[in-house]
């Protein structure tokens, strides 16, 4: 469904990516995961038209440079920021979408498809940021499309909204649309993906399973404290196998697989270290992991 052959774009002296070569197939769900700046946005981009690049881009075997209007009308997109009028309501917002595509009216049954049938008359500027997520995709899934492309829709959403959108993104791919998530987050993602493509620095560094990441998924946890602790912590943190820990000035931060997080915080409270605060964040992908681990099951 989309075809990726040695994608480069350039912006000035900015290599922003670098032959990127991948395919996805049609009802995949796959996620596209990378630092920020790390290309994704981009590469969405560029699928979608907006912007020049080398190399070719094909969807639903419509070149996306010389075919442009026909590969789009194929494509659905959430963006990571919506612009939606907040003063206007959810039914106004499926009409106004579904006419400047070219239809004649929106069909207001998406909403209910999406759970939002009883917010109908509410105004955009009073959704949550969970049912804002929804009512786009309605927006995007009202004209049928046979792609869905996501730009970190979850970045503003709790956990429980996050976990109800990959559920949604599941049923699409299962209804056979082909889903594309960008992503800087590598928990909750990767356990509902079929594929996982990594970008870092412009370059495409893993195309494979979503399980196949391994230990490369890491999970940060930030400990500040207040002069007292720091020794003891650092000889716990280098006693634990698969943790890594960098000093900064206010405190320690430690790296570890994702879903050792609470092993790690049990092992501190146990030692009796009392850091001022803890910061757990959200798992993503270590590329310098992921490269050394490439290296060493190429040899």
């Known amino acids: 469904m989309i075809d990726i052959r040695d994608l480069s774009k350039r912006f000035g002296a900015h290599l922003a990516l670098d032959g990127i070569t991948a395919s996805i197939e049609g009802g995949e769900f796959a996620v596209l995961l990378g630092s920020n700046g790390a290309g994704k946005t981009t590469l ?4 979608l038209g ?27 997109y959430v963006p990571q920021r919506p612009a939606l009028p907040s003063d206007a309501t959810c039914a106004e917002v499926i009409d106004l979408f579904a006419r400047l595509r070219g239809f004649s009216r929106g069909d207001a049954s998406w909403l209910a498809r999406v759970g939002l049938e009883a917010h109908a008359d509410v105004t955009v500027g009073t959704l949550s940021g969970g049912m804002r997520q929804r009512l786009v995709l309605a927006v995007a899934l009202q004209a049928d499309p046979a792609v869905v492309l996501f730009d970190e829709p979850a970045a503003h959403l709790d956990s429980s909204a996050r976990r109800a ?16 998530l960008s992503t800087h987050l590598a928990a909750e993602p990767l356990h509902a993906a079929s594929r996982a493509l990594v970008l870092d620095r412009g370059r495409l560094v893993y195309n494979g399973p979503a399980d196949g990441l391994g230990t490369a998924v890491q999970q940060r946890v930030i400990f500040t404290l207040n002069g007292s602790g720091r020794v003891e912590l650092l000889r716990l943190l280098d006693g634990m196998p698969g943790v890594h820990r960098v000093e900064t000035p206010v405190g320690v931060i430690a790296a570890t697989g994702a879903g050792r997080a609470f092993e790690l915080l049990a092992a501190v409270a146990a030692a009796g270290v009392r850091p001022v605060e803890v910061r757990v964040e959200e798992p993503s992908v270590d590329t310098r992991l992921l490269a050394q681990r490439t290296v060493g099951d190429a040899s």
Not at 44 to 47: A, H, I, P
Not at 59 to 73: H, L, M, S, T
């Open 50 to 76: 907006l912007l020049n690049f080398d190399g070719s881009a094909t969807i639903g075997g419509c070149d996306v440079a010389r075919e442009g209007r026909a590969a789009r009308r194929l494509i659905g």
């Open 44 to 47: 969405l981009r560029c699928l």
């Open 165 to 180: 959108l990959h559920r949604d993104l599941v049923g699409l791919a299962g209804r056979g649309r082909t889903v594309v």
